[in-house]
Every structure is written in structure tokens, then in C-alpha cells.
């Protein structure tokens, strides 16, 4: 296997334990069904950066072929799936090849969606959370840029100070590929990113006065990186999760990226704006929230409707006739 594809899985997997908190056994199971696709890959002259939608299609026909069982092609394609949406997350691909690739007897699975009520509760908790007003501050501009931005988690936490410098309503962040974005802040973030600021110089001050380097981070740490890890903010927003009696299975720092935009489409937001923020190439990236939306919207006409099942009117439940 050549070295590029052993970095590209062994940062996705590395990444899958850190986020999802991936057990050892699924990253065996990651990394078998990775270097499966791989070698057919080579065969076909091709790699992990350069296959197309066909050449996955191609990969599931071939495992069909081979007599591999529905589960086992089921599972192959969403390791192939999860491997393309980390890469066009953090950059390594311009597209997802994957998206849009049903698996056998499956439907596109829609993500995990936050209600705005949860959400709210995710920033109160992030407001109160923390071992000193330092960590408190830090921890609620975290939050309240994620969700006003629907930036990527590696974008969040290694944004530079220097970004957030001049016009507070709007934040410059630096995406896939050094491709730049403006993207707006909502007033609660500018307020929360104002108090952090004023931190954060206090911090390099006294920084300065040891004759220590002042961090360009926003978000800094002493660790390797320099700034707050992923790993480190997937297990804040847990704690944000169990702290604002939210369900922490349904809390990781992309469910608030999809809140981000589907909270956006649901308020009326233009799916192109929508595109442009989260920093989408292909606007058919972004319709995957139309279909989340629709289905919202289709059990709210179903649970809420006065004629719905369980819910008819007080006169009786009986549906008007013709001509009344």
C-alpha cells in the first residue's frame, strides 16, 4: 500500500477514535475493508484520491460478484462512505464520490438532527462549564461559533486569532484547500467571541511578560499542535451533552454543523447561502438537508395535523363531509 493511502486511512481512523469514540475491533474492521477497496483500486490504476462514484460502484458490484454477503458489502460501503466525508471534511478531496451511493436494501442515511431547543441547552451548559471563568469563556465561544458559523471542527479549533480581528460581524475562516470564506456572526457569538478576545490578550501578556511566545491560536493549548485538539472538544461538547440533559449519542461537533445549516433552511435560508457558508463545492452536498427537512416537516403534518391518527378534533374526530 502505498504511503499516501496508509495516511489516509490511518488518519481516518485515528480521527474515528478520537470523534466517535471507535472501539479497537471497529477499527480493525475500518482498516480491513479500507485496504480491501485499496488493492482493487490499484488494480484498476486507481487510488483513494482519484476514484470516482463509478469506480466505488464498480468496487460494490465486484464484492457482489465475489459472493460477499449483503451485510458485509453494507458495511465495506459505509467504511468507503465515512472515509470520503472525512476527506472532504478536512480537505483531501474537492468532492465525496460516496454521497449519493444507496447500499444494498439501504436508504441514504439523513444525519442526526438537534433541535434548536437542544441546542440551546448545549450553550447554557457551555456558559456554566468550566474550572474558571477562563475555561468558561473559552468554552462558550467555542460553542456559540460552531453554531453560528457551521464551521468544521478542524477549522474551529485551529482558527487564528488573527481571523477574528476587525469587523466583528463578519468571521474569515480559511477551509479546504486554503479557499477562504466570510462567513456571518450571529449577535450572541460576536458577544461571546468579544469577552474571549479580551482574554485571550490578557493571556498573551502575561505571556509576554515571562518572555513566552504569545499563541496565534484562537483556542490555544499546550500541546503539540498548539491549539485545542479535536479530540479535546469532541469530550467538552459530551460533557456540554450530560451537563444540558441532552442525549450525548446524538452530540458530537458535526451534529452542530448540521443543526447549524438545517436550523438555517427550516427559518427560510437559501440553499446557496447555505452552500457557500458551510463551505460545500457542490451544492448537492447541501441538499442532503433538504431531505432532512422535508422529513421534519412531514412528521410534524403527521404527529400535529388536527386530522392526523390519535389527534382528531374534540367534535367527535369526524372529518367534515362534501359540500360542508
Known amino acids: 500500500m502505498q504511503s499516501d493511502t496508509f495516511h489516509w486511512i490511518s488518519n481516518f481512523i485515528e480521527a474515528q477514535a478520537a470523534e466517535l469514540g471507535a472501539a479497537t475491533n471497529t477499527q480493525l474492521a475500518y482498516g480491513r475493508d479500507l485496504k480491501d477497496f485499496d488493492s482493487y483500486l490499484a488494480r484498476q490504476s486507481r487510488d483513494f484520491a482519484s476514484a470516482s462514484r463509478a469506480d466505488v460502484e464498480a468496487y460494490l458490484i465486484h464484492c457482489d460478484a465475489q459472493g460477499l454477503a449483503k451485510s458485509t458489502r453494507a458495511r465495506r460501503l459505509s467504511a468507503i462512505k465515512q472515509l470520503y466525508r472525512f476527506a472532504f471534511e478536512e480537505g483531501m478531496r474537492e468532492d465525496n464520490p460516496a454521497i449519493q451511493i444507496a447500499g444494498p436494501g439501504q436508504q441514504k442515511r439523513l444525519p442526526k438532527i438537534l433541535s434548536e431547543e437542544e441546542v440551546d441547552r448545549l450553550l447554557s451548559a457551555a456558559r456554566a462549564s468550566g474550572r474558571n471563568r477562563t ?37 474569515l475562516i480559511s477551509g479546504k484547500g486554503g479557499k477562504e470564506r ?13 469577552e474571549w478576545l479580551i482574554e485571550r490578550d490578557r493571556m498573551d501578556e502575561a505571556a509576554q511578560a515571562k518572555r513566552k511566545p504569545a499563541s496565534r491560536f484562537l483556542f490555544p493549548s499546550h500541546g503539540k499542535s498548539g491549539h485545542l485538539t479535536r479530540h479535546r472538544f469532541y469530550l467538552l461538547i459530551k460533557e456540554f451533552a450530560v451537563a444540558g440533559g441532552v442525549e450525548p449519542n446524538k452530540v458530537t461537533p458535526h451534529t452542530l454543523r448540521h443543526a447549524f445549516a438545517t436550523h438555517l433552511l427550516a427559518n427560510g435560508a437559501d440553499l446557496r447561502a447555505i452552500q457557500t457558508m458551510l463551505g460545500h463545492a457542490d451544492v448537492a452536498t447541501t441538499e442532503i ?7 421534519r416537516l412531514s412528521e410534524l403534518v403527521l404527529e400535529r395535523h388536527p386530522l392526523a391518527e390519535g389527534n382528531k378534533r374534540k367534535s367527535g374526530g369526524k372529518a367534515p363531509s362534501d359540500g360542508q
Open 182 to 194: 466570510m462567513v456571518p456572526l450571529s449577535p450572541p457569538a460576536r458577544v461571546a467571541l468579544a
Open 135 to 171: 475555561d468558561r469563556l473559552r468554552n462558550t465561544c467555542l460553542m456559540e461559533l460552531l453554531y453560528a458559523t457551521g464551521m468544521r471542527v478542524t477549522e474551529l479549533v485551529s482558527l487564528p486569532i488573527a481571523a477574528t480581528r476587525g469587523d466583528p460581524r463578519l468571521l
Open 289 to 295: 438537508y433538504t431531505h432532512v427537512l422535508e422529513e
